[in-house]
């Protein structure tokens, strides 16, 4: 940990000279928690002023570690590409190590959801960015806290792609309630975030796509009674609803 916080301090000559160590225990082979405080030390040169600048040269091996077998080393790496992608780095370097990621059924599905905006940020004009994305958001494996999670990260972003939009859109017909009740809150943000900062094309935006099945859940019988409330409240221009509803107990052969 002291030598985590001399890196935050540290001169950029000084950092210039310990980076090739650093780099050096990241690599595979080595044992997994030394190369977990090595990705912290990268993580603390990151985000130092001009600290992004001077991994620009090492993108491709802190690349590498998106696809590590490790999760830890796998955040770890995602992190310091958000800080050094951002600043100017080689965004497409980032865009295939997370495109391999993604694909990989052994990825963590947490993981792969951090990978989602990074992909559509860094790869908007990357076909294959963008269909690694859509083949993740339709797996039939998802869980459904990654379901959540999903509508809740992405639908904060208002000029996605079409495609994705509507693909959030599918989630308020989701067999969960949980999913629908996340997916309606989702789009009472979306829409009042939209009224303040307009999309660069609002007849592709998720508030739009998602607002005649919305009005369709508030009017459901067959609906879930939470959910159908919350969309109603969503309709009336609510913002900051809660997505947390009741589930009834899961039946066992003990009654």
Known sequence: MKAYMAL??????????ELPTILQFTRSGNEVNARKYAVMFLLAIAIQPGGAAQLYSSSDEISTLIDDADPGIERGALAVMNWVAAKGGQNQTYVSAMETAIQRPQTPQDTSLEMLMPLLRFGSD????LKCVLNFMHR??????????MVHG????????VEVNQALVKEL??????VRAAAVVAFADSANAA??????????????LAKNRVEMMANDPQENAQVRELAREALRGRAGLNPNIDMPPVKTDNH
């Open 154 to 161: 992405l639908t904060n972003w208002l000029d996605l792609p």
């Open 173 to 178: 017909d989701d067999a969960d309630a949980r």
């Open 195 to 208: 009224a303040v900062v307009a999309p660069a094309d609002p007849a592709t935006s998720y508030p739009i």
């Open 8 to 17: 935050n301090v540290a001169a950029p000559a000084e950092v210039k000279r």
């Open 126 to 129: 990357n076909a294959r960015a």
């Open 140 to 149: 039939d494996d998802l869980t459904v806290a990654t379901r959540t999670q």
